[in-house]
């Protein structure tokens, strides 16, 4: 299997409800390829793939559809509640997550040379992708502003926000492992500012 090695691999990140998703997209407006791994992800589980196979195999037929489909919703409380759950789904999920990707990075690089390649990782440092990149950004928020901007879009009550971000790396953990921070605490276009400082850095 070919993993990414660490190398000039453009990596973006960020936590629950830092805005990560739409700084993405400014990127994307700029020229950059976004490569996203919750999309990559969802197609390493279809229906008869081998990581398929894998979880049907460790969960059983009650994470499963009739017509074979995963139980999303039910796979992700197991994941929340339950962390040998959580480790052994991830340790199914995140080769194959990475093989994709990696296919999909020689892909462009080979098709469109010169274009940033940028790697959309919400779970970066949590599943322990972060050594295979050589440039890491962080869209960042204080932990705070995340417990109210969940509990907002997700209509979530305060303990159920603070439960859910204990599924991940606390975001001032990750913002000492990043290269680029994009804080995306105040306004758009005080964000677009410094989305475009990072594109100018990438693109030199």
Not at 5 to 14: F, L, S
Not at 178 to 203: E, F, P, R
């Amino acid at each position: 299997m070919g993993l990414i090695v660490k190398t000039g691999k453009i990596a973006i990140t960020g936590g629950i409800a830092t805005g990560k998703s739409t700084v993405a997209r400014m990127f994307a407006e700029l020229g950059a390829i976004i490569l996203d791994a919750d999309q990559v992800a969802r197609e390493v589980v279809e229906v008869g793939t081998p990581c398929w196979k894998s979880l049907h195999h460790l969960l059983g037929p009650a994470f499963f559809e009739k017509d074979g489909q995963l139980k999303r919703r039910k796979l992700r409380d197991c994941i929340i509640d339950d962390r040998e759950c959580r480790n052994k789904v991830n340790a199914i999920l995140h080769p194959s997550i990475l093989e994709k990707m990696e296919q999909e990075w020689q892909y462009h690089h080979r098709t469109h040379p010169g274009r940033p390649v940028i790697f959309d990782i919400p779970l970066l440092f949590e599943g322990k992708f972060h050594p295979h990149f050589g440039t890491i950004i962080l869209v960042y928020v204080p932990q705070e502003i995340q417990i109210r901007r969940l509990m907002e879009r997700d209509g979530l009550s305060r303990p159920e926000a603070e439960k859910t971000l204990t599924m991940q790396l606390p975001i001032d953990s990750k913002k000492s492992l990043s290269h680029l921070i994009i804080d995306n605490s105040y306004s758009i276009d005080h964000t677009k500012q410094q989305v475009q400082a990072v594109w100018n850095q990438l693109k030199n």
